[in-house]
């Protein structure tokens, strides 16, 4: 399977693929073998982060190579360039740069990258200065929810072109295109994407002839491509084909990976052009000069890249630090009721569960919003107002990534802020969500997390690797197989198909989707970041957050919000299981049921991992307590009865597609 670049991560494990032991089907099984492997790649010299602060120098170093570089033997060759450190004082917004001294001289060929954090004035700048000078000039605005490009359609339109609103409903659009010579086009990404898979001769025709191609919240290019296939369709057509007439402008407050990502597909043939150093050499010599041609006479530098960094300043921000969401629900409680409280979520089943706890706690005065329910019932309503007016009514909003992406909360009673575990770059996304004014603070409440959690996600992260090893020994016959059902296994993330040739479009081909391949990579490099972190226990999760947020000095500063479970109630618990064990002397428990349910196998799970939880800070016995095929680990349960003290052993054995699972008295010694 032909990729743009070579992945470091997928170099090292393909040496262990052959190894590996395989089901019927040819799938890998992930038993002990398999952890070792894992494990092994953990304690690589080639992929130690010990020399680097944060995880952005430590991806950027394992991308080039350099550490131990003989080790990795498919590191790229060019050279690859990390964002500046740019400006987190003197130039607070964008517009206080980007003056029309140094825009105006962005030349056909170039691009332009605006790193800048939430209320920067990225937009700000694009509405008021860009779209008002642009006269004529084609200009194409690329978004990416239609969430955010209803909000956008508001923002810009009723600035630029407000007559059309009067006449035209664009709430449900993922393209218009609008301005006093009908000139400027906002189209979301998938939209593109469709246009560029079907080619729309009247969209092409518009964009061959754009002025400036403006990437909104760009990370989304890299954040979605494991879900939306789509975006493989837009990269190839707009990022790694050069468009002469037009000036490509990249922005995001989380622009990190897609820099390097963008520097992967099209090498830079020099360092970009710094804007924080041009304008501030602008300043000095004065605005009657060429600030594109001052810079690269000093620097006899010809770069056709250019980049803007205005980093966020996040010492609003007031840490918090729990371990479940019991934890949140009593500290809402105890909360006043006039502060609002935005909890972000990472599956709509975590949201259902919250909503149904807090429902009581607040008096019904809790929504959840989902990219399934948020245009049903009641739900529509506040969803609107979101887009609307940036705020809502209820106490407290549970949302799923559905507003992740650019959606702007502008309410000052919005007071405390929840995060899931998830990667940094989606955590810097959460965070932006709500604008903060001046002078303001925010109560952020991050995940305790534990090796043991991030082990699984990494765990997850070189399932999904070696599956890619599979696809590249074959990609064709591995699509075949799984498009028409003949492997057991769904058809993978990581490619997509496309017409074989322009002649015969019936006739289609698997290609690799290389932006979701390299979202993996960046987040297994992450998980290695992390998981290095927590084992030598010189640093938790929180600490890991706050020293790449800018902010470790306020390490010592963070609220512990974990609730202690009394003595007096973790023995009544322990009473109440082991009655529960008792009850089942005696009563075999075949699985499945005579009716064909698998109800008192489930709920004997059920009962021992919830117990384990109780005694083990939220922690799981087992995750995946809800396969019906396997029991619990006999060592494993062995080891905690011997912590409760419980006299009570458990068998559990299949044959024959039946399993018998018994509760017996441990025998005295």
Known sequence: ????????????????????????????????????????????????????????????????????????????????????????????????????????????????????????????????????????????????????????????????????????????????????????????????????????????????????????????????????????????????????????????????????????????????????????????????????KLIRDLQHCQSPNSILSLPTDYSYIEPYQYKKTEDICTEISKSPSYEKWLIFVKSIEDGAKLKGKLDVVCNGSVCFLSSENKKKDENAEIYNRLILECKFDCRVLIATTVIYNGINIKDDAVKHIVLPFTSMSVTKQLLGRKRMTENETVKTYFP??????????????????????????????????????????????????????????????????????YKLYYDTCFYIFVLQRLKTEQSDFVKILLTHLGIAKKYDDVTDITLEISDEKMQEDQAAFAAYLESLLGNDIISPEENGSFDKFLELKQKINETYKIFHHGKALDTQWKNKERFFSGEKIQMFFSELDLPYEIESTSSKGSRITKVTRKQLQ
């Open 448 to 517: 305790d997390i534990t090796y043991d959690d991030a082990k699984r996600r990494y765990r997850d992260c070189i399932r999904d690797y070696m599956d890619l090893i599979s696809l590249n020994q074959n990609l064709q016959y591995c699509a075949l197989c799984q498009l028409n059902g003949l492997a057991n296994t769904a058809p993978s993330k990581y490619y997509y198909l496309v017409p074989q040739q322009v002649a015969f479009p019936t006739m289609m081909m698997a290609m690799p989707n290389s932006p979701a391949i």
């Open 1 to 292: 399977m032909s990729q743009p670049y070579n992945m470091p991560i997928s170099d090292l494990l393909n040496k262990y693929y052959n190894q590996l032991k395989r089901n019927k089907d040819g799938t890998i099984v992930y038993d002990k073998q398999f952890k070792e492997v894992t494990e092994n790649l953990l304690n690589l010299e080639c992929l130690d982060s010990s020399l680097y602060s944060t995880y952005d120098a430590f991806f950027h170093a394992v991308t080039k190579g350099l550490i131990n570089t003989p080790k990795i033997v498919n590191a790229s060759n060019s050279t690859t360039y990390r964002i500046p450190e740019g400006s987190k004082s003197k130039y607070k917004y964008v517009n206080d740069v980007l003056t029309d001294e140094i825009w105006k001289y962005w030349r056909p060929g170039e691009q332009i990258f605006i790193s800048a954090g939430t209320g920067r004035g990225k937009n700000t700048f694009i509405k008021k200065e860009l779209l008002k000078s642009c006269g004529s000039q084609k200009v194409v605005i690329f978004e990416n929810r239609q969430s955010l490009m209803q909000q956008q359609i508001i923002d810009v339109i009723s600035e630029i072109d407000p007559e059309i609103l009067k006449y035209q409903d664009l709430s449900e659009e993922n393209m218009v295109i609008f301005g006093s010579y009908r000139n400027i086009m906002m189209i979301s990404y998938q939209c593109a994407a469709l246009k560029c898979l079907y080619p729309d001769t009247n969209f092409l025709d518009f964009f061959s002839h754009a002025r400036y191609l403006i990437f909104d919240e760009a990370h989304y290019i890299l954040d979605d491509a494991p879900y939306n296939k789509g975006i493989s369709f837009f990269v190839q057509t707009f990022l790694k084909n050069q468009f002469p007439a037009a000036t490509k402008i990249f922005m995001s407050g989380t622009m990190e990976e897609v820099y390097e990502y963008v520097q992967l597909l099209n090498a830079f043939p020099e360092e970009p052009i710094d804007i924080i150093k041009e304008k501030k050499l602008l300043d000095e010599k004065g605005s009657n000069n060429n600030p594109h």
